[in-house]
């Protein structure tokens, strides 16, 4: 099965891994989220103070990841409720569950939540605690969240075997009047299932 979401998303086909295998990268935006079970799925995005969840069973070869904003929609706010992680993180379980994945099975990671600027706003934190507590209330076994600092950082996970690989960004730097980039540093590998 090639990639399945509800959301939009955009891919990139026929991106090449470092062995040379052909893999559709599917990259996720704000208000996202992916679930595959194909070998040759790369589901990557890249993180501020928004949170990621990476969920899989093993067992299955299955997975996914999301990208959420805020815990929940502001009241009496307009905005689209599936940027939201009260709308995402059940959307993300139930796509796994219906295409085979076992609740009990489940694994989860955390990631994101970091705290731009120069002020500690606790808009990251916020994002973390709520995925934390919505993986535990549906009683998914949860590895300890990883932050992104100040900058942020990239993604990449294969959902079908579990690899991730997280690279912290440096930040933002100006130069001249102008925003440069943020800059990967060197990634680390949380899995290094093939």
Not at 8 to 30: A, F, I, K, P, T
Not at 46 to 60: F, M, T
Not at 117 to 133: S, Y
Not at 168 to 191: D, E, H, N, Q, Y
Request: aromatic share 6%; hydrophobic share 40%; with cysteine.
């Amino acid at each position: 099965m090639k990639a399945y979401a509800v959301l939009s998303y955009n891919v990139l086909r026929g991106g090449w891994e470092r062995d040379g295998r052909q893999v559709d990268h599917v990259s996720l935006g704000q208000g996202e989220f992916c679930v595959s079970d194909d070998p040759d799925t790369v589901i990557t995005t890249v993180l501020g103070s928004c949170v990621a969840a990476c969920v899989r069973d093993p067992k299955a070869g299955i997975g996914g990841m999301n990208h959420f904003v805020l815990p929940r929609l502001p009241s009496g706010s307009r905005s689209d409720p599936s940027r939201y992680g009260s709308r995402l993180m059940p959307l993300l379980i139930d796509r796994l569950l219906e295409r085979g994945a076992s609740l009990k099975r489940l694994e989860a990671q955390v990631f994101g939540g970091a705290s731009p600027g120069p002020f500690q706003n606790p808009i990251g934190q916020n994002n973390v605690d709520f995925a934390m507590a919505y993986l535990a209330e549906r009683g998914i076994a949860t590895a300890a969240p990883v932050r992104s600092g100040a900058a942020g950082c990239r993604l990449e996970f294969w959902p079908e075997s579990g690899r991730l690989i997280h690279t912290p960004l440096t930040g933002v730097k100006k130069v001249a009047g102008a925003r440069i980039m943020l800059r990967p540093v060197k990634p680390l590998v949380l899995s290094s299932a093939a």
